[in-house]
């Protein structure tokens, strides 16, 4: 008779899972008037370079553009350079609106102000980047027809095309952008819809396709239109709108906020008629382009730091279109989204004068972006800058105590380490060939395990920073001999700053513990066989050719069989050992 070795996945859920729980991490505030930064007040944008290793943000009421360098580690940023206006002569630009760069990172675009022939102009400026030292240069204004004071710019993925909505001018500009960075003017829309008069845009964003442009306007009636794209040449052509003026959206207010899912299938806007009078609304864009009104979120789950929606706005999604972030008064909340059907729920809320959020750290903000990599959020706030580490750091360890049995268990350990809380969290369990599941027995309630062929599928959900979670899992051994191993590998919402600690492989056999949560060893090379084969599957390193020479004991050596005998790892040496099977 053949025994084989116990494998469990036990998993303690010791702490509370209350969706109210901080969900991130504040890293860092950059407050105007401390530590040597004096430029950072009424910050109302900022943005990363491609390279992750720089910031820059704009002071609308310092009239100053802040150059900072970062820590791609630990998020946190180092004042570099100012570039402020001097309000006695009123030289240089002073920045009021959005920070655009290119994709290449080599400009950066602002719009503002500047003082010429004793006038002051709006426009945009455009500044050439250096990639080693972060310092800007401006290289043009550009003030053609139709701009007066832009609420938002976008520029095309591309980076050949920015498009520019003017509140005072009431136009939409196209411009086009050189490979030198400058811009010139590709198309000029005066009367952006024509059933509407005096229109006033507010709000726009391209589709992740690049295809369409979503405009939203206000004044006599609220509008939001959409417009075809076309891709070369940048220019728009009106496709349809909803309004105020159709039943389904009769109360639609000033669409000011709104976003698109990056899979292009919502779009999520703050609706507002009266201050009592608050919702998130999610349109389904349709195959036209079109927009559906599908949900309206007014009621707030129990645990919501306020009660009621005041005004969410500022809104960013994950690049997994997973969650939902966006400011709501003094709160940085976030909500889980369905990728099916983009359906929204509340998981948590960092909030000021909490968890080391300080006063006014969340107050009266102008932007809200996710940095490139997904690990950080930046609120540029009426004081300051605030940075939120939004990764969690989950991993994965394999043990097995010994035991001889035709039923055995292993035990998989899952823990947070942080910083921020991980949600949507699943462990899959990859069972060998043979192996099958008996029971699962998860410690923690919200916990649910389910197998298909060969893979067990735990579904933890919410998991705090410095949280563990705990399953036992029995499975019943093979009838043929050989070695039993399977793979944990975790998932979730947020992103994982070291993903190297999300897998682990466990191998088992009589009397012996495999490692958790490390690489099998490197084996030596012999002068007669080809050194054994990675039992994780791993190809540590090297890329193809020899094939053929994997040879009949590294064959035998994966089977876990040779003449009659179990072949494994041995748990702490850096060595193959063969036992006797009984």
Request: negative net charge; contains cysteine; aromatic residues 8%.
């Amino acid at each position: 008779m053949k025994y084989f070795k116990a494998l469990a996945l036990a998993c303690l859920f010791a702490l509370t899972t209350s969706a109210s729980a901080a969900p991130l991490s504040l890293v860092q505030w950059i407050e105007d008037g401390l530590n040597g930064v004096d430029n950072m007040d009424c910050s109302n944008d900022s943005i990363t370079s491609p390279d992750e290793k720089f910031v820059y943000t704009a002071s609308f009421c310092d009239y100053a553009i802040n150059v900072f360098e970062r820590d791609s580690a630990t998020g946190q940023l180092n004042l570099v350079d100012s570039m402020v206006q001097d309000q006695t002569t009123l030289e240089g630009f002073a920045p009021t609106g959005d920070i655009l760069m290119s994709p290449d990172g080599s400009h950066l675009y602002m719009y503002g102000t500047t003082y010429v022939d004793g006038y002051i102009h709006e426009g945009i400026a455009m500044f050439e980047r250096n990639a080693e030292t972060g310092l800007l240069t401006q290289s043009q204004f550009y003030e053609g027809r139709g701009i007066s004071y832009a609420p938002t710019l976008v520029m095309s993925d591309d980076g050949n095309y920015i498009y520019f909505g003017s509140i005072n001018g009431r136009a939409m500009l196209v411009l086009k952008r050189a490979a030198n960075g400058i811009l010139s003017e590709a198309q000029y829309i005066d009367n952006v819809v024509d059933t509407i008069t005096n229109d006033v845009i507010v709000e726009m964003e391209l589709s992740p396709d690049q295809n369409h442009l979503y405009v939203g306007m206000d004044f006599t009636e609220n509008v939001i239109a959409w417009f075809q794209r076309d891709q070369a040449t940048g220019l728009l052509t009106y496709a349809g709108e909803i309004s105020t003026l159709d039943a389904a959206t009769a109360s639609l207010g000033e669409p000011y906020n709104f976003i698109i899912s990056h899979d292009g299938n919502s779009l999520y806007m703050t609706n507002s008629v009266a201050e009592s009078d608050v919702e998130i609304w999610h349109f389904k864009i349709n195959d036209d382009a079109s927009l559906s009104l599908t949900e309206r979120i007014s009621e707030l789950p129990e645990g919501h730091p306020k009660g009621q929606f005041f005004y969410p706005e500022k809104y960013a999604i994950s690049s997994n279109d997973r969650l939902l972030y966006f400011i709501d008064i003094d709160s940085l909340q976030l909500w889980q989204r369905d990728i099916t059907t983009g359906t929204l729920t509340y998981l948590g809320a960092e909030q000021e004068n909490k968890d080391a959020v300080p006063d006014r750290g969340l107050s009266q903000v102008s932007a809200l972006r996710l940095n490139r990599d997904g690990r950080f959020a930046h609120v540029a706030a009426d004081d300051g800058l605030a940075i939120f580490d939004i990764s969690a750091d989950t991993s994965v360890i394999i043990t097995s105590p010994a035991a001889d049995a035709a039923t055995f268990d292993v035990n998989v350990n899952i823990q947070n380490l942080g910083p921020a809380t991980a949600h949507g969290l699943t462990a899959n369990i990859n069972l060998p060939a043979g192996v099958s599941l008996v029971s699962a027995s998860p410690a923690g309630s919200s916990t649910s395990c389910e197998a298909a062929e060969q893979v067990v599928t735990c579904t933890v959900g919410t998991v705090p920073d410095a949280a563990s979670e705990a399953i036992t899992l029995s499975l019943q051994a093979p009838q043929a001999g050989g070695s039993a191993g399977l793979t944990a590998q975790l998932s979730q919402y947020e992103v994982d700053p070291n993903p190297a600690n999300n897998t682990d492989v466990g191998l088992s056999e009589p009397g012996s513990t495999p490692p958790g949560n490390s690489a099998p060893p490197a084996t030596p090379p012999t002068p007669t066989t080809p050194a054994p084969a990675d039992p994780s599957g791993s190809d540590g390193g090297s890329s193809g050719g020899g094939g053929g020479n994997i040879g009949f004991l590294s064959l035998l050596l994966l089977l876990g069989l040779w003449g009659g005998q179990l072949v494994t790892r041995h748990p702490s040496i850096n060595a193959y050992r063969i036992s006797r099977l009984r």
